[in-house]
Structure formats: structure tokens, C-alpha cells
T-cell receptor, first 113, second 112 residues
């Protein structure tokens, strides 16, 4: 069974631009969560989606948004990029929205110049 | 909001020594999960504890969940160089639609 796939793996953008990251969960998994990982801040929760509905949202500004499609694939969008948005963005899928293990993708490394 | 704290932040041990990382939550948790992230890799699920006072073992790794379900620990006996990485705990408060909060992680270095 294929794992969680995130695209692109690496991305370089400049301040003010916007970016869309994609995540394909493990087949059969209906829950997708997004995390931002930086060296100093660890894993910061962004969003959790289940059956196309956002169940939870972390403490990030409105520039960060996301969605989930009917096939459980998910995208997150960051608008008006800032230097501080440089990070590894990790997507994790799980069978459902309960207390299930999270399976992480390799992440998208976003660098803002 | 819920906070999950983990100590120590860094730990260097000589190969063969034991290692322990501790996880403390500001609120009661319905369960605690542990993950390992190797350098350059992504977090990988290790185990989940659900019951108060639960203890689980995986070879040289021992996981405990506190009686009050607010703290947990991971103990590695006789560390090996393959144990290198960052260990994260993650907990979710009781109730539906509650988010999973990760601890800050403990970065383990094992010196040969």
C-alpha cells in the first residue's frame, strides 16, 4: 500500500507570493492533518480534515487555509508569504478522525526568499 | 489551550547507556501516542497508550502512561546508534473533534 504522498518536495518562493501544497493520503484513510515543523517550534498543528470538513484549526493566521476533496486528498494554501513561513510542512493521514495513529508524508520543504 | 511539554529537549548518551524522555500535558488526555523522527525523515508512529497506568514494551523501549493520564515516559534500555532521532509524544484530550497536540520533542544523540 502506498504511503502518504506530498507534492512538491521542495519549493522556493518570494515574499508576498502564495503557494499551494498537496497531500494524497494512504488509500482508505479519510482524515488528513497538516503540521508546520521548524527547528525551534517543533510540530505545530495547522488543520485537521475529515470527510471534506475541517474539524480543527490551529493558531495560525488566516493566510493559512486548506481543504479536503471527496477522494480524501487535501491541499493547503498560504497567501502573502512571509519569511517566517519557511518550514517543513508535513501532512499526516489516519483511518478516521478518532484516536488513530498518524501516518506522515515526507513533507514539503518551503523556503521563502 | 492544551499544552504538551517534553523534557529534556536534547540528550546525548554513550552507546549502551539508558535514555528517558518525559511528556507532561496541561490537561487530561484520552490517549498518548509516541513518534520517532530520524534525521532528515518524517515522524513515524511507535505506539499508543490508552489506559491509566498502562505500560507497554517494544524490545528495548518501554512506554508508560501516568495514572492521571496527564504524563507519559519513554525509556530506552542500552541505547544503540540506530536509536538516534527525535522522539515526540502527542496527546488528544477526551471528547470528539479534539486536536492532537505534539510535544516539542527530545532529540537523542547516541555516541559510539
Amino acid at each position: 500500500k502506498a504511503g502518504v504522498t506530498q507534492t512538491p518536495r521542495y519549493l522556493i518562493k518570494t515574499r508576498g507570493q502564495q503557494v499551494t501544497l498537496s497531500c494524497s493520503p494512504i488509500s482508505g484513510h479519510r482524515s488528513v492533518s497538516w503540521y508546520q515543523q521548524t527547528p525551534g517550534q517543533g510540530l505545530q498543528f495547522l488543520f485537521e480534515y475529515f470527510s471534506e470538513t475541517q474539524r480543527n484549526k490551529g493558531n495560525f493566521p488566516g493566510r493559512f487555509s486548506g481543504r479536503q476533496f471527496s477522494n480524501s486528498r487535501s491541499e493547503m494554501n498560504v497567501s502573502t508569504l512571509e519569511l517566517g513561513d519557511s518550514a517543513l510542512y508535513l501532512c499526516a493521514s489516519s483511518l478516521d478522525a478518532g484516536n488513530q495513529p498518524q501516518h506522515f508524508g515526507d513533507g514539503t520543504r518551503l523556503s521563502i526568499l | 489551550g492544551q499544552q504538551v511539554m517534553q523534557i529534556p529537549q536534547y540528550q546525548h548518551v554513550q552507546e549502551g547507556e539508558d535514555f528517558t524522555t518525559y511528556c507532561n500535558s496541561s490537561t487530561t488526555l484520552s490517549n498518548i501516542q509516541w513518534y520517532k523522527q530520524r534525521p532528515g525523515g518524517h515522524p513515524v508512529f511507535l505506539i499508543q497508550l490508552v489506559k491509566s497506568g498502562e505500560v507497554k514494551k517494544q524490545k528495548r523501549l518501554t512506554f508508560q502512561f501516568g495514572e492521571a493520564k496527564k504524563n507519559s515516559s519513554l525509556h530506552i534500555t542500552a541505547t544503540q546508534t540506530t536509536d538516534v532521532g527525535t522522539y515526540f509524544c502527542a496527546g488528544r484530550p477526551p471528547g470528539s473533534a479534539r486536536q492532537l497536540t505534539f510535544g516539542s520533542g527530545t532529540q537523542l544523540t547516541v555516541l559510539p
